[in-house]
């Protein structure tokens, strides 16, 4: 069993760029695909960005243009750049890791590993 990391987030002023990282400390695999995923209230948790262990990213429609996925390979750390943020953008936060390739890299279904979860509140 693996624990994925989250760091950053907190409370934001609309407009506002933060950074949220994601550690996976000791996982042995290099191949391997990872996203975040943002949930609010009662709703399903959507995918937000990942990206895959060929490089291949992907957006949400609402966060293109906006948000970066990018990943540190040698410290096994993902990050979120959030540009421009919304009120919209309002969250809870989470990573997830997935050991196989994935068919859609924007369900929750597909992760096997996730993180605790960080809020993300954008102030309007």
């Known amino acids: 069993q693996f624990h994925l990391v989250e760091a950053g987030g907190g409370s934001v002023e609309s407009g506002g760029s933060p950074r949220l990282s994601c550690a996976v400390p000791?996982?042995?695999?290099?191949?391997?695909?990872m996203a975040w995923f943002r949930q609010v209230e009662d709703k399903e948790r959507e995918g937000v960005a990942s990206?895959?262990?060929?490089?291949?990213?992907t957006y949400a429609d609402s966060v293109k243009d906006r948000f970066t996925i990018s990943e540190d390979n040698a410290q096994k750390i993902l990050f979120l750049q959030m540009n421009a943020l919304k009120p919209e953008d309002t969250g809870m936060y989470y990573c997830?890791?997935?050991?196989?390739?994935?068919?859609?890299?924007?369900?929750?279904?597909?992760?096997?590993?996730w993180g605790t979860g960080i809020l993300v509140t954008v102030l309007s």
């Open positions: 997830g890791l997935a050991v196989s390739p994935l068919v859609d890299p924007l369900k929750a279904d597909y992760m096997d590993y």
């Open positions: 990206i895959e262990s060929d490089g291949t990213v």
């Open positions: 000791g996982y042995p695999y290099d191949t391997y695909s």
